[in-house]
């Protein structure tokens, strides 16, 4: 069984920056395409980007594309997102997520729990 871990949220000013770490333990890290999901509030769930296997395919939604920038290091079983020029629409619990399907924003094999992101004005 896969477990997903994320960390890094917190509370950030707008204009700021935070990278978010995803470890994973379990499974075969390697061969699976990892992404990045948020929720806000009263909002479905948004998928945000993906980056495939190993790293030579990554893609991003419109709303966030030119700001945050997905990453993995095999080695360390880790996924990052790393967000900048945090706006305070970004606020929302924000979710890895393992699996091929998610490469494209479809539903992943597994879920980490989330980490809160709230960004103030």
């Known amino acids: 069984q896969v477990q997903l871990v994320e960390s890094g949220g917190g509370l950030v000013q707008a204009g700021a920056s935070l990278k978010l770490t995803c470890v994973a333990s379990g499974g075969v890290f390697h061969s699976y395409a990892m992404a990045w999901f948020r929720q806000a509030p009263g909002k479905e769930r948004e998928w945000l980007g993906g980056i495939s296997w190993n790293g030579g395919s990554i893609y991003y939604a419109n709303s966030v594309k030119g700001r945050f920038t997905i990453s993995r290091d095999n080695a360390k079983k880790t996924a990052y997102l790393q967000m900048d020029n945090l706006k305070p629409e970004d606020t929302a619990v924000y979710y890895c997520?393992?699996?091929?399907?998610?490469?494209?924003?479809?539903?992943?094999?597994?879920w980490g729990q989330g980490t809160q992101v709230t960004v103030s004005s």
């Open positions: 997520a393992q699996g091929d399907p998610a490469l494209y924003g479809n539903a992943p094999s597994f």
